[in-house]
Nanobody
């Protein structure tokens, strides 16, 4: 019903920047929350940032002041601008959308959707 396609990952030196994008496709009317998670090797997946349809954003303490989440509701796309990257930011980054309302008379999604993940590697 909903597909998420992520892009923008890669290899960057410490102090550098990357911008991740995640486009949601399908018969989407609206999305309540769009978010980014990350999972480093051997660690649990953790929440990085969220953005609601109303414009509220939240960030993990570890990325506050360095990362910025934004969204384009017309395009059902969420972005993560990552500045001042550190080696500890190395992880697979996953897009997540929740509270999706479809343009259909059928059943509405009850669970969030996940992207396939994009690798971000920060070298020291």
């Amino acid at each position: 019903q909903v597909q998420l396609v992520e892009s923008g990952g890669g290899l960057v030196q410490a102090g550098g920047s990357l911008r991740l994008s995640c486009a949601a496709s399908g018969s989407i009317f609206s999305i309540n929350v769009m978010a980014w998670y990350r999972q480093a090797p051997g660690k649990a997946r953790e929440l990085v940032a969220t953005a609601t349809s109303g414009g509220t954003t939240n960030y993990a303490d570890s990325v506050k002041g360095r990362f910025t989440i934004s969204r384009d509701n017309a395009k059902n796309t969420v972005y993560l601008q990552m500045n001042s990257l550190k080696p500890d930011d190395t992880a697979v980054y996953y897009c997540n959308v929740d509270g999706v309302v479809l343009r259909t008379w059928g059943p509405q999604p009850q669970s969030p959707y996940w992207g396939q993940g994009t690798q971000v590697t920060v070298s020291s």
